[in-house]
């Protein structure tokens, strides 16, 4: 079992910051930050697996940076020059299996917190 417990959401005008915090009970092979906007499906926005390997969605490369901070037992999202369209409910999520090309695929991933809100006006 891993819990979850994301924290960090809010409202922001576009090309602001906001850091996501995502407190595990532990951490898994696979971790992540999913994002699901309103009448959309859920998609993945940044993953984290084995030690150090990250990878990004295509539209949040060079503005999102995923991290996990060991003494603490966070996953952390550091989300910069927002956008309207980063607006979503946030989720991070866990996996203890080797994913391989699948870390983006929301279904592959067992555990998930409850999700925090992220709001960007224009």
């Known amino acids: 079992q891993v819990q979850l417990v994301e924290s960090g959401g809010g409202s922001v005008q576009a090309g602001g910051s906001l850091r996501l915090s995502c407190s595990v009970s532990?951490?898994?092979?696979?971790m992540g930050w999913f994002r699901q906007p309103p009448g959309e499906g859920r998609e993945g926005v940044a993953i984290i697996a084995s030690r150090a390997y990250t990878d990004y969605a295509d539209s949040v490369k060079g503005r999102f940076t995923i991290s996990k901070d060991i003494a603490k037992n966070t996953l952390d999202l550091q989300m910069d020059s927002l956008k309207p369209e980063d607006t979503a409910m946030y989720y991070c999520?866990?996996?203890?299996?080797?994913?391989?090309?699948?870390?983006?695929?929301?279904?592959?991933?067992?555990?998930w917190g409850q999700g925090t809100q992220v709001t960007v006006s224009s």
């Open positions: 532990r951490f898994a092979y696979a």
């Open positions: 999520a866990a996996s203890d299996d080797w994913l391989g090309s699948s870390l983006f695929i929301p279904a592959k991933y067992k555990y």
